[in-house]
């Protein structure tokens, strides 16, 4: 069963204190792992798709990186605006039509 | 802008009545998903539909219907025989199988 575990649950830095959140999965064929930030109340918003191991994307103070078995998202320098519950989905091969996400880990940047 | 747009963002009903949840996009997406949030959990999936007039059942489906009679609309109902209906619900659609799901803003139904 294709299964993505979050870590930490729930991660408290100071503002500028670099970090990562972890995300580890199995799948039967990877063919895509996606970031997603959501804040409260809202829909998950989109960050990044990582097709292949070795891959990695940035966008401002974020680094999204992937290995065969997890995948990191790397926060550099993160301001209180960074805070929000980042979110890790895979899409599996063979036919399957669903993203499977994990729990999430819940980011609070102190100012 | 192309979007999602769920409506209402607040729900409040009675248990014992179905309630119909609205979900409209402008992406031109052929396929259209439904996830439930609760606390501590990831996105669960209920229904999903990749044409216009088919859907499969997702994980979750039990107690839930949907329709997809237009391609811009996939509303969510969900009746009096889904136990634990309280939740947040979310829409999504994506171009492709392997591209990212776009979401709506959510839609909190509190069932009293």
């Known amino acids: 069963e294709d299964q993505v575990t979050q870590s930490p649950e729930a991660l408290r830095l100071q503002e500028g204190e670099s970090s990562s959140l972890n995300c580890s999965y199995t799948?039967?064929?990877?063919?895509?792992l996606f970031w997603y930030r959501q804040d409260p109340g809202k829909g998950p918003e989109f960050l990044f798709t990582?097709?292949?191991a070795g891959e990695e994307k940035e966008k401002e103070r974020l680094k999204a990186t992937l290995t065969k078995k997890e995948s990191f998202l790397h926060i550099t320098a993160p301001k209180p605006e960074d805070s929000a519950t980042y979110l890790c989905a895979v899409q599996a091969g063979g036919g399957a039509q669903k993203l499977v996400f994990g729990q999430g880990t819940r980011l609070t940047i102190n100012p | 802008d192309g979007g999602i747009t769920q409506s209402p963002k607040y729900l409040f009903r009675k248990e014992g009545q179905n309630v119909t949840l609205s979900c409209e996009q402008n992406?031109?997406?052929?396929?259209m998903y439904w996830y439930r949030q609760d606390p501590g959990q990831g996105l669960r999936l209920i229904y999903y539909?990749?044409?216009?007039?088919?859907?499969q059942k997702g994980d979750i489906a039990e107690g839930y219907s949907v329709s997809r009679e237009k391609k811009e609309s996939f509303p969510l109902t969900v009746t009096s025989a889904q136990k634990n209906p309280t939740a947040f619900y979310l829409c999504a659609s994506r171009h492709r199988t392997d591209s990212p799901l776009h979401f709506g803003n959510g839609t909190r139904l509190t069932v009293t």
């Open positions: 992406l031109n997406h052929d396929a």
């Open positions: 799948v039967s064929g990877l063919r895509g």
């Open positions: 990582l097709y292949s």
């Open positions: 539909s990749q044409i216009v007039n088919d859907f």
